[in-house]
């Protein structure tokens, strides 16, 4: 089978209400991405990344090794339409496919941008 690696920073991660899409999958660790995102939340029911040229930051996640047949089976299907699949960078230079927010999404209602927040689990628990 082929492996590819999947950055995940919200539900997916470890502990997360969809981590169990990722069950067979190979935890290879915490990880950041590079600065060139903006984090934005949606309705505090999941995260997302977009690109941006200027005053990106970076967002803090897990690294999976993930075979082709569990990403679209298993947590592809389970994403919300707000995300689509893309490559990001990482902070130390390397690629990987992450779900990242829509250009449409951005200004849809209960969406917030969080990138000051210093990631996912860090926004949820400033809001509790």
């Known amino acids: 089978m082929a492996l ?18 990722l069950q067979n999958a190979k935890f ?12 934005y939340s949606v309705r505090d029911e999941f995260p997302g990344l977009h ?9 803090p996640g897990e690294l999976y090794e993930v075979e082709y047949d569990v990403l679209r089976e298993e947590l592809l299907p389970r994403e919300p339409v707000e995300l689509e699949l893309g490559v990001i960078e990482l902070a ?11 250009e449409s999404a951005l200004t849809a209602d209960g969406v917030v941008d969080i990138s000051n927040a210093g990631g996912w689990r860090a926004h949820l628990e400033a809001q509790s």
């Open 4 to 21: 590819v690696t999947m950055f995940v920073n919200g539900q997916a991660m470890s502990g997360g209400s969809l981590n169990d899409a």
């Open 28 to 39: 290879l660790g915490k990880v950041d991405t590079a600065p060139k995102y903006r984090f």
């Open 51 to 59: 690109p941006v040229a200027d005053d990106g930051r970076v967002v």
């Open 92 to 102: 130390d230079g390397s690629g990987s496919l992450s779900m990242r927010m829509r």
